[in-house]
C-alpha cells in the first residue's frame, strides 16, 4: 500500500520543466541593465528586507555598497568579511580581502589610475572587488547569526566592464556542495560598461554558495593585452533561509532508476524548540500528503527521522529537485533541498 502511495503520490506530480530562471543583460550604461535586474528583484519578490535580523518569510537582501556615499573613503576588509552578516552573506577569497571604492576616486583610481576610465557603477558610487584574486565566493547564513547556515532561492550580481565571452562567470552550489549551475556573464565591448547575470530556480534547488570568477586577473595592472579586468556593483538574492538541522538522504547524485530506495529526513530541532509542521514539493509540485501517507518516524544521530521507501521506477529518468521545508515551535523554519539524477 505505502509503495502504492508513493508511486501514485510521485508520478501524479507531474513535475514541471523545471530549472534555472535567467536574468541577463549588458550595455554601455545602467538603464541597458535596468529592466533585467528589476525582472530578477520581481523573480525573487519583495520586499527588500534590509538589515532586518533574522531570516524573514519572504522577500530578498540587497547590496549596493554605497554606505557613505560620495565622500566616503575606501573602505578594506579582510577575508571573510563580515560586514554583511546582517544581510545572511559572507564573502571569502583566496586572495588577500576585499576592497568597496571610495574616495579619491569611487572607480578605484588607488589600485590604477587607469580604471575610472575602465569601471562604473550600477548603484552610484560605491563599487566592490576582491583583492589579489578575481575569484570571490557568498556564503549564506542566517541573517544576523553567521553560525546558523543557510541558502537562498537565487542570486545576481552586476559587474562593470566585461570584455570578453569567457572572462566572468558564477557558479551555483547546493546545501551539499553539489554544482547546481553556471555561467558565463553577459560581455558588451568597450569601458565604462554594465553587465548582469541573476539565476533563480523554480524547482525547489537551493543555493548555499555563490562563486564569482570576475575577470581573467586581479586587479591591480592595466588592462592591456588579454587581460580583461572585472570588479563587481549590487548583489542582490533571496531570502537566506536556515538549512542546519534539515538533512536529506539521499543527498544530491546518481540514482539508478531500477533501484528503491529510502526517503529519510532528518530533523534536529535547536534545544527547546519543536517541530509543528512542514511540507515537500518534488520538481516544485506539493507532494507533502503523499509523504505523510508514507513517512514512518524513527530517530538516528542526525535526529529525529522520517523514512519512505521510494521504489524503482517511481520518478522518470532525468533531474529531479526534492526540497523540504519545516516549521519549528520559536516560529522559526528550516530548508533544504536535494537533487537527485535518476539514470535508466
Ligand atoms: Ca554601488
Ligand atoms: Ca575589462
Excluded at 518569510?57 to 576588509?77: H, K, M, Q, S, Y
Excluded at 548583489?235 to 529519510?264: C, H, K, N
Excluded at 532528518?266 to 507532494?287: C, E, F, K, M, S
Amino acid at each position: 500500500m505505502k509503495a502504492f502511495v508513493i508511486v501514485a503520490g510521485l508520478l501524479c506530480a507531474s513535475p514541471a520543466l523545471a530549472g534555472p530562471v535567467v536574468r541577463e543583460a549588458a550595455g554601455a550604461n545602467a538603464a541597458a541593465i535596468q529592466a533585467a535586474v528589476d525582472q530578477f528583484r520581481a523573480d525573487l519578490g519583495n520586499p527588500n528586507n534590509g538589515n532586518t535580523a533574522g531570516s524573514q518569510p519572504g522577500g530578498r537582501r540587497e547590496i549596493n555598497w554605497d554606505g557613505g556615499g560620495a565622500t566616503a573613503p575606501v573602505g578594506l576588509f579582510p577575508t571573510p568579511m563580515t560586514t554583511f552578516q546582517n544581510r545572511g552573506a559572507t564573502f571569502v577569497t583566496p586572495g588577500s580581502g576585499f576592497s568597496i571604492s571610495g574616495q579619491p576616486t569611487p572607480e578605484f583610481a588607488e589600485l590604477n589610475a587607469t580604471y575610472p576610465n575602465l569601471f562604473a557603477s550600477f548603484s552610484s558610487p560605491r563599487i566592490f572587488t576582491a583583492l589579489n584574486s578575481n575569484v570571490s565566493e557568498t556564503v549564506f547564513h542566517v541573517p544576523g547569526n553567521p553560525a546558523v547556515a543557510g541558502a537562498v532561492t537565487g542570486f545576481g550580481a552586476v559587474f562593470t566592464d566585461v570584455d570578453g565571452e569567457f572572462s566572468t562567470k558564477m557558479e551555483f552550489y547546493a546545501p551539499d556542495g553539489t554544482l547546481l549551475y553556471e555561467q558565463f556573464v553577459p560581455w558588451v565591448a568597450g569601458d565604462d560598461t554594465l553587465s548582469f547575470l541573476g539565476v533563480s530556480f523554480d524547482a525547489g534547488e537551493l543555493v548555499a554558495k555563490v562563486r564569482i570568477v570576475s575577470g581573467n586577473a586581479a586587479p591591480g595592472p592595466d588592462e592591456a593585452g588579454s587581460l580583461d579586468l572585472v570588479v563587481m556593483d549590487d548583489f542582490i538574492y533571496g531570502e537566506p533561509v536556515a538549512t542546519e538541522g534539515l538533512a536529506i538522504t539521499p543527498e544530491s547524485g546518481r540514482i539508478f532508476r531500477s533501484a528503491d530506495f529510502e526517503l529519510v529526513l532528518a530533523i534536529q530541532p535547536p534545544a527547546g524548540t519543536y517541530l509543528t509542521g512542514g511540507r515537500v514539493w518534488l520538481d516544485g509540485a506539493d507532494v507533502s500528503a503523499f509523504l505523510l501517507a508514507c513517512f514512518q518516524g524513527g530517530s538516528s544521530s542526525e535526529g529525529q527521522t522520517f523514512s519512505c521507501p521510494v521504489p524503482a521506477g517511481a520518478l522518470a529518468a532525468g533531474d529531479h529537485t526534492l526540497q523540504v521545508e519545516i516549521d519549528l515551535s520559536d516560529q522559526t523554519r528550516r530548508r533544504n533541498s536535494t537533487r537527485w539524477t535518476i539514470v535508466p
